[in-house]
């Protein structure tokens, strides 16, 4: 089965941190891998997709790294702001699955 | 400017009514999707078109029912067929497959 795991479910750190959130999943064959933000009671906003065939994706502050051989990725924040709280979730369709199987997210506090 | 507009961002309804969620896009995507969000848990696929006129099942179908009359608009009924419909349900697009998705802002549903 499919599946898409995010650990741990809430992480609060100090502003000015750099702090790495992860995300695992069952079965390498990924087509693509994405990581969005989400606000209390908002919608979702894309902030990195990586190929299956890409290691790395940076935007700013942030850089997403895969390894699909260890069927894991992981999202490092740099010199973490109070804008930053927010929940982070990871998606991950699959080549077999058109559909993309989802993380219940982390929950990020940046205390000032 | 280009995105995803949802409404109403909020709406109660007595136990045995449908109500009508809606979803318009103006990013001329073809693909369009349904997630139900509830707390602590992944974001869960109740319907996808890939193109007007046509349209899938996801995990979470049953009570559910769509339309996709035009390239636009891809409204979501929520039916007294669903047992447990209080929950924030996304709308998203894309331009073919996954892909970067793209969300609108969420509608809230409340079943008194």
């Known amino acids: 089965k499919q599946e898409v795991t995010q650990i741990p479910a809430a992480l609060s750190v100090p502003e000015g941190e750099n702090l790495v959130l992860n995300c695992s999943f069952t079965?390498?064959?990924?087509?693509?891998l994405q990581w969005f933000r989400q606000d209390p009671g908002k919608g979702l906003t894309s902030l990195l997709l990586i190929q299956s065939s890409q290691r790395e994706q940076t935007s700013g502050r942030l850089n997403a790294s895969l390894d699909k051989s260890s069927g894991r990725s992981t999202l490092y924040i740099a010199a973490s702001q109070p804008g930053d709280s927010a929940t982070y979730l990871c998606?991950?369709?699959?080549?077999?699955?058109?559909?993309?199987?989802w993380g219940a997210g982390t929950k990020l506090i940046i205390k000032p | 400017d280009g995105g995803i507009t949802q409404s109403p961002k909020y709406l109660f309804r007595k136990e045995g009514q449908n109500v009508t969620l809606s979803c318009e896009q103006n990013?001329?995507?073809?693909?369009m999707y349904w997630y139900r969000q509830d707390p602590g848990q992944g974001l869960r696929l109740i319907y996808y078109s890939q193109i007007v006129n046509d349209f899938q099942k996801g995990d979470i179908a049953e009570g559910y029912s769509v339309s996709r009359e035009k390239k636009e608009s891809f409204p979501l009924t929520v039916t007294s067929a669903q047992k447990n419909p209080t929950a924030f349900y996304l709308c998203a697009s894309s331009i073919n497959r996954p892909g970067e998705l793209f969300f609108g802002e969420g509608s809230r549903l409340t079943v008194l």
């Open positions: 990013l001329n995507h073809d693909a």
């Open positions: 079965d390498s064959a990924i087509y693509n």
């Open positions: 998606a991950v369709e699959w080549d077999s699955n058109y559909q993309l199987i």
